[in-house]
């Protein structure tokens, strides 16, 4: 079991940035596997971006080229790094935590933290 703390969401105007960070402890296994994913009312949870523990990154198609992934293995850190930000980038993001042999559903979940783009 792991611990997820999310911190740096808000309200911004469009054409903003953001930079979201999370915090994971507890059972942490070497190879594996952190990301962020977004939730608007209604809608199912979906991928913005994901970084494995050797670096390899995948992003959303809508946020490519604007929102970056990074991450930290010595402080069990990962951050979303989101320029250009866009009314329909709104959702609550959730940090997400899982070995790389399972599903991001199988994963560990951060508490959510709002991110409002204002037009």
């Known amino acids: 079991q792991v611990q997820l703390v999310e911190s740096g969401g808000g309200l911004v105007q469009a054409g903003g940035s953001l930079r979201l960070s999370c915090v994971v402890s507890g059972n942490i296994v070497s190879r594996n596997v952190m990301g962020w994913y977004r939730q608007v009312p209604g809608k199912q949870r979906e991928l913005v971006a994901t970084?494995?523990?050797?670096?390899?990154?995948t992003y959303a198609d809508s946020v490519k080229d604007r929102f970056t992934v990074s991450r930290d293995n010595s402080k069990n850190t990962v951050d979303l790094q989101m320029n250009s930000l866009r009314p329909e980038d709104t959702a609550v993001y959730y940090c997400?935590?899982?070995?790389?042999?399972?599903?991001?559903?199988?994963?560990?979940w951060g508490q959510g933290t709002q991110v409002t783009v204002s037009s």
């Open positions: 970084i494995t523990s050797g670096g390899t990154t």
């Open positions: 997400n935590f899982r070995p790389q042999s399972t599903s991001w559903r199988e994963g560990d």
